[in-house]
């Protein structure tokens, strides 16, 4: 088995914390209702970052941003801009205030400015670490297509027990990727939401002529433990018998990742990701790769009656 090492630095020297709330109101949180029955609740939180990515759309931003006080840990995610305008103004690496707003399903975020603070101006910079220790080592793999044989991987699921690839032949799975603390509604909650759905379409009908299986695939083992996991499939109920959380050695959970395009790094343990949900034929064989968030349960759903009947 051939390794390579990316070197990530444990820890970045991270000058986006406020100095004293009377300065911003950073991670605070203030829910907006309104008086008709129409209108979702949005939560709007202010929020300071830096840049990373500017999407070519211009309708999207990756940010690495700090902790937002009773809603998520500082992370890099990608986030749904609302003010393209400002984009022109943007590049990498830019210290940025935004407002952040949440309803159950969807978010953006707006009122994006540059952060011209002393503190600010100094963000981000990166210090080469080069304590082995802190290597994380990676899987050479190949990607895998539609029509490909699907390698063995071993998992550990919410409930404690051993989940073998290579036990599967015989049953249609499909599988997605989350972590627990992802919050965004449209990230690993939909995901996740989605297969809960999937599983009630699937488990109401009776016409299939193979076992199926979805499994959710946490991007966050050292949080994500089975205890962990068990309590959050428990939001989505989970009937075990068709559905599963796994974890596993983040070097497996990211060469299967990398085998199907999941992108997702962790330069100062935060987690910036895409997402990806594969569908295996009972012949170990890869049915459909699905990329990113806009698939329907329903579609889903087809998917894997489809690949029952594939021999």
Request: with cysteine.
């Amino acid at each position: 088995m051939n390794f390579k090492s990316l070197l990530y630095p444990l820890a970045l020297v991270t000058v986006l914390v406020v100095n004293g709330c009377s300065e911003q109101q950073t991670s605070k949180s203030t829910a907006k209702s309104e008086s008709t029955n129409e209108s979702p609740v949005v939560k709007v939180f202010s929020v300071r970052g830096v840049v990373k990515e500017i999407h070519a759309d211009k309708s999207i931003l990756r940010i690495k941003h700090e902790d937002i006080t009773n809603y998520m840990s500082a992370m890099t995610m990608d986030f749904n801009a609302r003010q393209p305008e400002v984009f022109t103004n943007l590049t990498p690496e830019d210290p940025i205030i935004f407002q952040l707003h949440v309803t159950a399903d969807t978010h953006w975020i707006d009122n994006i400015h540059r952060d011209s603070s002393a503190d600010a101006a100094k963000s981000d910079p990166v210090t080469p670490n080069t304590n082995p220790a802190h290597w994380r080592l990676v899987r050479d793999v190949e990607p895998l297509d539609i029509g490909d044989a699907i390698p063995n991987y071993d998992f550990t699921n919410e409930l404690g027990k051993a989940v073998s690839l290579k036990d599967l032949r015989g049953k249609v799975y499909a599988f997605t990727f989350m972590f627990t603390r992802c919050p965004l509604p449209d990230f690993c909650p939909r995901m996740s939401s989605n297969f809960e759905k999937v599983q009630q379409i699937l488990s109401t009908s009776t016409n299939h002529s193979k076992p199926w299986h979805l499994f959710s695939i946490t991007m966050d083992p050292e949080y994500d433990t089975p205890l962990v996991l068990k309590s959050y499939a428990a939001r989505f109920r989970q009937n075990p018998e068709h559905w599963s959380f796994l974890t596993a050695p983040l070097i497996d959970i990211t060469a299967i990742g990398e085998q199907f395009g999941l992108e997702f790094y962790r330069p100062d343990g935060s987690i910036a990701h895409n997402l990806r949900t594969v569908v295996i034929g009972s012949s170990g064989k890869v049915q459909n790769i699905i990329i990113g968030n806009t698939w329907k349960p329903e579609e889903l759903a087809e998917m894997i009656q489809k690949a029952e009947a594939i021999k």
